[in-house]
Every structure is written in C-alpha cells, then in structure tokens.
C-alpha cells in the first residue's frame, strides 16, 4: 500500500476505534453495537479494492483485538474484517463513483450479518458461546440495523476522503514533471527533424546554384 492510503487508513481506522470503544459501546442499545470500525473498512475497501480491503481489515481487526476491554482472543476480529474487506473490495466500482446508494447498503447489510455470522462461528471453534446466551438472531437483526443507520454518515465520507487521499500532490506533480520532460523531448526531436530538414533542402538548393552556376560558365567558355 502507499503512504498516503497507510496514513489515511490508521487515522480513520483509530478515530473509529476511539468512538466505538468510547461512545458507542456505552449506549448499551439492545442486541449487538453498532459497529463503527466495520464501516470504516467497508468505505476503504470500496476505494481501494479487495488487497487494500483485506490489508486494512486485518490492521483494524487486530488493533480491535488487542485494544481493551477486549475480552476476546487475539486475531478473531482481525480474520473477520480481513475476510469482510476482502469480499467488499470485490465490488469496488470500476470507476471509482457511486451511482445510487442502494449498492452500498446491501454491502453494508451484507457485512453485517457476514461479520456476525463469522465472528460467532470462529468464537465455536475456539469455545466462546457468548453469542449463544445472547441470541443470534437478535444479534443479526441488530447488527444489520444499526449498521444500516450509521452507514450513510460514514461510508460516503470515508470515501471521500480516501478518493482525495489517492490524488497525492507529490505523485501529480512527478507525473506533471514527467510529462512534461516527455512533451520537450518530444519538442525538441521535432525541431531537431525540422531543422535537418531544412539543412537538407539548403544542401540541395546550394548543390544545384552550383551546378547551375558551373554550367552558365561552361557556356561561357564554349562561346
């Protein structure tokens, strides 16, 4: 990835953290919280594709893992947003523009009910039944609902913002350059080939003034 996609990344990925950890996890709604940091990674991923995707997901997956009050094991919500980026970097509009918003819920949906599904099958097979006290059900229909509301006021702006990261000045400004050593080369092998043109056609011209001034003399002499 670049530096400018890792920095965004971990910026957006921690102030998301911070919120969900600080704000989110506190309102003690029903059934499961809303998931701040699967949004975050859901908006990346659908600028940066499914290697960026599944990159930032694992970061921001193991960062949750090991961040308190994390009572889970290390690496479990890491598989679960690498595996979700991956499969929302899948769908990235080829140019890069959104023309409805009805692609991005039923991702957003999609994610929901994936990441639960995943996380409470990999906490199966590592002993966790949390998710079986709780309801899985409810916890579906929660996750999927909460996400579904706090996603219009995070995916776009996260992708905004990735969008205008990828418009790196530094990049703009070594293409601009190399542009612009391609278009003088370019100039100046065109001016080389005018200017041997006209070499050329003086040559020409020269060689026939003489021949033309060699015969006037010869005519000269026959009289």
Not at 6 to 32: C, D, E, K, Y
Not at 33 to 54: E, F, R
Not at 65 to 73: I, M, T, W
Not at 96 to 110: E, N, R, Y
């Amino acid at each position: 990835m670049r530096v400018n996609r890792i920095l965004l990344s971990s910026a957006l990925v921690v102030v998301a953290l911070v919120i969900q950890v600080s704000v989110l996890a506190r309102l003690h709604l029903p059934g499961a919280v809303p998931d701040l940091m699967l949004l975050t990674v859901l908006g990346l991923a659908l600028v940066y594709g499914h290697v960026g995707g599944a990159l930032v997901g694992f970061g921001a997956g193991l960062l949750a893992d090991l961040a308190p009050p994390a009572d889970h094991a290390a690496g479990r919500y890491a598989l679960v947003l690498c595996v979700i980026g991956y499969l929302a970097g899948l769908v990235k509009p080829e140019t890069g523009q959104l023309k409805s918003a009805t692609g991005p819920m039923v991702v957003v949906v999609a994610a929901a009910l994936g990441s639960t599904l995943l996380y409470a099958g990999v906490g199966a097979l590592v002993g966790d039944t949390a998710a079986r006290h709780v309801g899985l059900g409810s916890l579906l229909f929660t996750a999927a609902l909460y996400d579904l509301l706090l996603a219009p006021f995070v995916v776009p702006g996260v992708m905004a913002l990735a969008r205008r990261a990828e418009n790196d000045p530094l990049a703009e400004t070594g293409s601009a350059a190399k542009a612009t050593d391609i278009s003088s080369g370019w100039l100046s092998g065109g001016t080389g080939l005018k200017i041997g043109g006209q070499r050329s056609g003086l040559r020409v011209k020269a060689a026939r003034a003489r021949m033309a001034r060699a015969g006037r003399i010869k005519g000269v002499k026959r009289l």
